[in-house]
Structure formats: C-alpha cells, structure tokens
C-alpha cells in the first residue's frame, strides 16, 4: 500500500512515489483511512497505467499530469496529512490515552447482559471494544472492534436523522415531541398533546419508522435504510441479524403493546399499518454494526453529515443538529440527565451494550460492551465516556472563561505560546498597559520574541507618542496625564521599569527598542529609553 510521502525530482521529469512504510504515523493506513474509499483509488490506479523501464529512478513512476489526475481531487486531505493539521495533531499520543481508558474501563465487571431478548443473552460479558474517526478520517480501535452486534437503540437517533433529512423538522414533529419523559425507555406514556415524548423511547421510535418511506413496500424501505446507513458508515461493515429480527418479534408484546397504544391516540399518519411499523421498528433495531464502522457513522454526525471516509454529503446540516440536541437531552434511557451533567457530549445507548458517542466537530466513538447498568446502558461504556472527558476538554462546558484547564488534544503543542505571543503583542501595540499588567502577573515571559526577533518593548517603542511633548524634569518615569501622552509611552514605562525587559535586544534588522524611537521621532520614548539604559 502506497501513498505519496513526497516528490523527488528525477530524470526525464519522473516522479517516485514513495511507500506508505516510510510515511509519518499520523498517515500510517490503520491511523489514517480516508483512501479506502478515496486516497486508496490513487495507487490504485496506477497499476492500470504502463511501468517506465528506466531503474535508477524506481519501480513506480508518474509524470506530472498523472500525479494531478492521480491526487486532484485529495490534495487537501494530502496536504493536511503531511502538514500535521489534522483535527487532533498528535494522534499518536492522543490513542496512547484512549488505550490507558480502554484499559481502565476493561477492569469493570459489575452489570449484567440483557437477557429479555434471546439472542443478546449469548454474547460474553468479557467483550469489551472501542474504535473511534475523527472528522478528517483518522482511525483508532482498541479490543474487539470486529465483532458485529446489533445496534438495538443506537438506531433511533440514526433512523429520526434519516427522516429529518427526507421530511424536514417540521413535519417530523407533527408526530413525535422533544422533550425527555422521566420516564423509562419502553413505557406507555405520551406526552399532553398525545404524542411520544421524543424519538429516542421506543414509542417516538415506531412513529419514526412509520414516517420513512411509507410508500415503498416493507422490503425497499428496508434496503432504502440499510443503504442510508451504508453511506454514513463510508460503506464499511453494515449487516442485518435475523435471528435477532425474528426474537425481537417473538418477545416483543411491551412494543406490541405500545404500537396498540399509539394506534388508539392516533399517533401514526394516516393509512399506516402498524404492525408494519412494528415489523420494520424490530428490522432497524436488528441491524448490526461494528465498533469500526459504527465510529465512522458517529463522525459523520460529528462532521456535520458529510462521511469523513467518503467525503459524501449523507445527512443536512439541519438534520445533524436537531439529532445531537436529542441525543444530548434524551439519549442515554434514564440516566440522559447525569449523563449531559458530567459527560457534557451527544450519545446514544442500546440493551445490545454498545453507546454511540459524538463530539461534535472532532470525532465520532463506538463502545461496546454487553454487561449493562440498571438503566440499561453499558458499564464499561460509561466509564469510558466518563473518562474521556475527565482527562479531555470535550465537555460542551469546559471551554468556559476563568474554568479549570483539561488538555485539548486539537491544539497543536505551540498553540498556547503562539496564542501567549499574539495577545501580548497586540498589547503592545495598542499601549493596553491593563493587559500587560495582567500578563505580567501571570507569569507571562514578557521578553518572548515573535518571527522577526522582535520584544513587545520594540512594537511599543515603534507605535511611540501621538505627538512629541516634553517629559517632567523630575524623571522620566514621572509622566503627565495629558492627552500627549497616550499608552504606548507609559507601555514602555511599565516594559522597562516594572517588567525590567531588557532594552538591547536586536531584532532580525539589527535594531533596538531605542532605534525604532529614534526612527519613527518618538521623542518621549526615546527620552525614557535613555534614562533607563
């Protein structure tokens, strides 16, 4: 497997391209896999294309027209790649986190495995896996990513997303409410207006499927999803069990139950056959996923419904957030509101043990592990999430003025010093001698130089006074409050006489503070530069 590290020029105009083993680790296939669907087709295609015979310069060869063709429609996701700007730089260090929380997690053994259905009582409480897709395609997994499961729950918000997209908000919620019911996930209770409380229980669930394509017959609404879902999983692993399918019929007198509750409110559209619904309700829940490809579809949430893998446009805009608000407020049974308290993040959870969790803008994570609390959501699951925003800053508060500090995995290592620099050199220029006071006591190296070797003493000297006055013959650092003396004399004042930055630092042009006064006839500062050598 190949990609393209680099161009080196060659004879005859030849470009090499060098093997993926070579490349840097964020770009490694199993860190970085946009190409199966994209970057892949490249290389790809070159085995269609005629070798050149010439040895010196290596066995797989392109001109530039073929290069174009070859990377054209990638060159930004090749740039980034290179360039490290991905949504998380240091990938590496960041999975090397995700393995000590998937470990952590693991050593949980309390829950139990759902046993009212048949076939989800057969699955072994050991397993335990976590992959996750990041917005620009990097890919991470840890333990037992490839085992399919059925997504049981998980599929509701996916499903209401789908019929967002296709009926639009507003008709949608002629059906179905918004708000979380207090009360358990399967119970039969609708809200004052006589409609399910929000598409996350099982009651707003069935209307939801029953809004999906009501014309087509049961076997190409079916397909019609499944594909949908395919295209959010960037076409990996999406399968249907039918054991599952057929146990979920056979115990499922509660959803029987409230299908015959919602007929009686008149909850379903007009003409709907609810047993169709019911039928097709069990069908969705039934379908199975992998940690793997169950990550890709919550990115393609997390990157505003365009597949991160494909590059395709699967979901409106719309549609994504009116989902992650739900799946925010409703999402995780009974425990939605503890959960949004100290998780902070969309996430959906299913009686199968898996939780399909968003960070919006960054990634999307699939845990699954079938032991499940007393609400019915996956043990190690929620101490996973739990965790991750322990040691992350992915809390939708966390970014809250004057709050205590968590790493954030999407700055790059010299963000806060860039960012420190920046702020301190604007200071400068604007005289703002409150924001230099205030750096100053928060330790902030007051003589950090920018690109061109530059102190925030040399902006403030060259911005100077608005117009030359004289100084008080006392002392320089005894200044007259008149309208002279605007900030950036008495910024130099508090650079040199409070902050002691020193005055003979040279910038990449050879000079001083005092030169850039003297340049620009700032007269006052070059009066009290002199005074303070």
């Known amino acids: 497997m190949h990609c393209l590290k680099g161009l080196r020029r060659a004879k005859q105009g030849l470009l090499q ?4 083993q070579r490349s840097p680790p964020e770009v490694e296939p199993r860190r970085f896999w946009p190409g199966r669907r994209r970057l892949f087709l490249c290389p790809a295609g070159l085995r269609h294309q005629p070798t050149p015979t010439e040895a010196s310069v290596g066995p797989v060869m392109m001109d530039k027209a073929l290069f174009r063709r070859c990377v054209g429609n990638n060159i930004m996701l090749l740039a980034n790649a290179f360039k490290g700007k991905f949504i998380i730089p240091n990938f590496a260090d960041f999975t090397q986190q995700m393995d000590k929380m998937y470990e952590s997690a693991y050593q949980e053994e309390a829950g139990q495995v759902a046993d009212f259905i048949p076939q989800l009582a057969k699955f072994s409480p050991e397993l335990w896996g976590v992959s996750l897709c990041t917005v620009d395609g990097q890919r991470h997994s840890a333990g037992d990513t490839k085992v399919p499961f059925c997504l049981q729950s998980c599929v509701k918000p996916l499903a209401y997303a789908v019929a967002l997209h296709h009926l639009g908000t507003e008709r949608t919620h002629q059906f179905v409410g918004k708000e979380p019911s207090g009360f358990r996930f399967n119970k039969l209770s609708l809200n004052d207006q006589d409609k399910p409380h929000n598409p996350m229980v099982n009651a707003g669930a069935i209307v939801i499927s029953s809004l999906i394509k009501p014309n087509l017959n049961k076997a190409e609404r079916f397909d019609f999803v499944m594909e949908f879902l ?4 960037g076409m990996e692993n999406v399968g249907f069990s039918n054991a599952t399918f057929q146990s979920e019929r056979e115990t499922g007198d509660r959803n029987y139950a409230i299908g015959y509750y919602l007929k009686e409110k008149k909850c379903f559209p007009e003409n709907t056959d609810m047993t169709a619904a019911l039928d097709f309700y069990f069908q969705l829940c039934s379908i199975e996923v992998t940690c793997e490809s169950g990550s890709v579809m919550a990115a393609t949430l997390a990157n505003g419904g365009i597949c991160p893998i ?15 608000s739900l799946m925010h407020s409703c999402g995780m049974y009974d425990f939605s509101g503890e959960f949004a308290f100290h998780v902070g993040l969309p996430a959906k959870s299913g009686v199968s043990g898996a939780v399909l969790l968003v960070v919006p803008n960054v990634m999307g994570v699939m845990c ?29 508060y966390d970014n809250l003025r004057h709050f205590t500090k968590k790493y954030d995995p999407r700055r790059t290592s010299h963000y806060d010093q860039n960012k420190s620099l920046v702020n301190l050199m604007f ?33 403030a000297a060259a911005e100077g006074d608005a117009q030359s006055c004289s100084l008080s013959q006392k002392s320089p650092f005894s200044l007259p409050r008149t309208s002279c003396l605007p900030g950036h004399v008495e910024a130099v004042i508090f650079l040199t ?36 050598l």
């Open 497 to 532: 006489n409070t902050c002691k930055v020193n005055p003979n630092i040279r910038d990449r042009w050879g000079n001083t503070p005092l030169d850039d006064a003297l340049q620009f006839g700032h007269e006052v500062v070059v009066s009290v530069l002199k005074e303070y």
């Open 368 to 396: 699954w592990s079938p032991p499940l609390d007393r609400s019915g959501n996956s043990v190690r699951g929620i101490h996973f999430c739990q965790e991750l925003v322990s040691r992350f800053n992915f809390h939708n």
């Open 17 to 20: 391209l060098v093997k993926m």
């Open 310 to 324: 494909t590059g395709e446009r699967v979901l409106s805009t719309e549609a994504v957030r009116n989902t992650l």
């Open 427 to 459: 200071a400068a220029h604007s005289g703002d001698v409150s924001s230099l006071r205030r750096f100053a006591l928060s330790s902030v190296n007051m003589e950090q130089q920018d690109y061109d070797s530059r102190t925030a003493l040399h902006v």
């Open 230 to 233: 395919k295209r959010m999983a």
